[in-house]
């Protein structure tokens, strides 16, 4: 099911729930964009395929294929279209969100669908990426903002937006320390002290990715800074 796409592009929606779809594509029309809808994880990776949306809205929970799965295939497809999940229990937010896929955000039901909305439009500035601007060195780690490329010594390593963006803002300022909280709002675009945990997670994810070299340094009870690696 189809909205017409406005200025702001096309979001795919695939979720099970109904209602739930309903509402969704109706505050995301409301701002501006083009909603279309699947049900089950097949036909929505049929449609990502088809449509090329400028965002995937990702039930978890999906009948059949899962919302992960369907994420997965995206990812060996190489196709790195921002994902938010939408998930049922706060115990999956590590699963979905860091180690294994990366996922640019998430939300926890029930939700606000302002929230969501908000939350797509961060993913939607974080793909697009920053202004150029000139490379970056931290220890053994390389950042091509320009590029939006990063070397760990001589190995390119592959992030989403959301990953390279979190990296780059501590990059660009070296051995300072950033809160949570500030970073939430540097790098996704809003600040809320609930969704503190998932900078915990994409900070593993990071340094999973970069190994030995990354540069991430964790300031007990403050928060994350870039340093070299000692």
Not at 42 to 64: F, H, I, K, N, T
Not at 142 to 156: F, Q, S
Not at 159 to 184: G, N, Y
């Amino acid at each position: 099911m189809s909205g017409a796409t406005p200025g702001r592009g096309l979001v795919l929606v695939v979720e099970d729930d109904r209602a739930i779809a309903d509402l969704i594509g109706l505050y995301l029309r409301r701002d501006g964009f083009g909603v279309h809808v699947e049900t089950d994880g097949s036909m929505g990776l049929a449609a990502v395929r088809r449509l090329r949306p400028v965002a995937v809205v990702l039930d978890v929970g999906l009948p059949g294929t899962d919302g992960i799965e369907v994420c997965r295939r995206m990812r060996a497809d190489d196709d790195w279209t921002p994902v938010l999940f939408v998930t049922a229990r706060d115990d999956e937010v590590d699963r979905i969100v860091g180690l294994e896929l990366g996922a640019d955000d998430y939300v926890t039901k029930p939700f606000s669908p302002r929230e969501l909305v908000v939350r797509v439009r961060a993913v939607l500035r974080r793909a697009a990426g920053p202004a150029p601007a000139a490379a970056v060195v931290v220890g053994a780690v390389r950042l091509d903002p320009a590029g939006r490329r990063v070397h760990a010594g001589e190995r390119e390593v592959v992030l989403t937006s959301t990953e390279f963006d979190l990296l780059a803002h501590l990059m660009r300022s070296p051995s300072r320390v950033f809160s949570r909280e500030q970073l939430l709002s540097a790098v996704w675009g809003y600040a809320a002290a609930a969704a503190t945990r998932t900078v915990d997670v994409h900070v593993a994810q990071l340094r999973a990715k970069l190994g030995q070299a990354s540069p991430i340094r964790t300031v007990r009870g403050v928060g994350y800074a870039a340093e070299p690696a000692p």
